[in-house]
């Protein structure tokens, strides 16, 4: 595909190439906004979902409205990827992660094209305004156990890219707490890591804490079910805590099932506010810290030239 900056489609994924079953259901309305801004920390703009699916400018736009300042959106294979660093190009809103998903990694690796691919993400990752790699990580709920050397291999490669080019990490990890940890040990984590959509308890929160990695939080955290979250939520360092949509996935209470978007950030910060028993707008100036100390800021990175890189070869 063509994903130049003056040449970027409304959407190039659609929710139900991923999910069985017809999503015709009607975005909620939007939360009462922030006196004080935050960063949604991990969202999918590439998605169409919903009986009227946005475009990147209408989620940037709604998001802007309830107090939510920008995105980092993420990759999840090269065409997401380039798609990504080439958004971020042209909307100072945006900044971009790139990587292949740890449940496209063993796939690809079949294929004989996993070294190709991880060669795309390396020459993304040194993009003006690509400021993570990600997602990746390990993810051992769809990976069969013959296939999991495949995705450590790539997600090793991952973790050197980002230090390569001194950019944060941000990890997928389902199932797998404690091999991701082991390979973060092993390898050696990028300064800035962050395990986003953190699905831990309080016991992987302490090991988050001990190494200086951040835990994002999904609308997941506002689930009446989700008390282990909540109580690692209240184990992390405040220093060491964001927020997240996921979008277009884990939309927060009280909206769960319907579609997500960056604009539903303040139900989860006023969850998480709620949880720490902490004035919201202490809260979300806390998190806007964190994600400028993760990722700098926004306004603040160059703009450049992209090159042959964002357009495919």
């Known amino acids: ?137 390990l993810d051992f709920f769809r990976t069969p156990e013959e296939l999991q050397g495949a995705q450590k291999d790539a997600f090793r490669a991952h973790i050197e890219i980002a230090k390569k080019h001194g950019i944060a990490l941000q990890i997928h990890d389902r199932d797998a707490h404690d091999q991701v940890v082991e390979v973060l040990l092993e390898v050696g984590a990028p300064e800035k890591t962050v395990f986003h959509c953190f699905s831990g308890d309080a016991e992987l929160a302490e090991v988050l804490s001990a190494e200086g990695w951040y835990a994002s939080f999904a609308g997941t955290v506002t689930f009446k079910n989700s008390e282990g979250l909540r109580e690692a939520l209240k184990v992390m360092p405040r220093s060491q805590i964001l927020v997240e949509t996921d979008t277009p996935f884990l939309t927060p209470v009280p909206s769960r099932g319907k579609p997500n978007s960056p604009y539903m950030i303040p139900f989860t910060v006023r969850s998480m506010a709620d949880t720490l028993k902490m004035d919201e707008n202490l809260l979300a100036a806390q998190l806007t810290d964190n994600t400028i100390d993760v990722y700098g800021r926004f306004d603040d990175q160059p703009l450049g030239e992209l090159g042959s890189v964002l357009r495919g070869r």
Not at 68 to 82: A, F, K, L, P, Y
């Open 1 to 137: 595909m063509s994903a130049g900056p003056g040449d970027l489609p409304a959407h190039i994924r659609a929710r139900g190439d991923l999910e069985a079953g017809d999503r015709k259901v009607s975005y909620p309305p939007a939360p009462h906004p922030l006196q004080v801004g935050v960063y949604d920390n991990h969202a999918h703009l590439e998605f169409a979902d919903g009986d009227n699916p946005m475009d990147y400018t209408e989620h940037l736009d709604r998001a802007g409205s309830v107090g939510v300042m920008g995105v980092i959106q993420v990759g999840t294979d090269v065409e997401t990827s380039r798609w990504s660093a080439a958004l971020a190009h042209r909307e100072p809103r945006v900044l971009a992660a790139v990587a292949i998903h740890p449940n496209e990694a063993p796939l690809l690796h079949q294929a004989g094209e996993l070294d190709d691919a991880l060669a795309v993400i390396d020459e993304l990752a040194a993009m003006p305004r690509v400021v993570a790699v990600g997602e990746t990580g």
